[in-house]
């Protein structure tokens, strides 16, 4: 198989008899990136404050504004 530069593709039966082929994941966003680490250490300190018999819940907004402050410390760490 020639290299095209596009990543292998898994081939699959989808159910109905045919093949069909999958790809990579498109890559992510560093948008996406800071919002998974944001939910991510929102779990977290909940699962901790559980542990101290403490009782927190994140609220989406609150979700929101550390993803967006993560993204800001990104931004701020890349080389310009």
Do not use: C, W
Not at 39 to 52: G, M, R, V, Y
């Amino acid at each position: 198989m020639p290299d095209n530069g596009e990543p292998p593709a898994k081939n699959g039966a989808n159910g109905l008899g045919q093949t069909t082929k999958e790809t990579a994941p498109l890559p992510s966003t560093q948008l996406a990136h800071a919002l998974k680490t944001a939910i991510s250490a929102a779990a977290d300190a909940e699962k901790f404050a559980k542990t101290l018999d403490y009782n927190i819940r994140f609220s989406t907004d609150d979700i929101r504004s550390m993803g967006i402050t993560v993204l800001i410390g990104m931004q701020q760490r890349m080389p310009r």
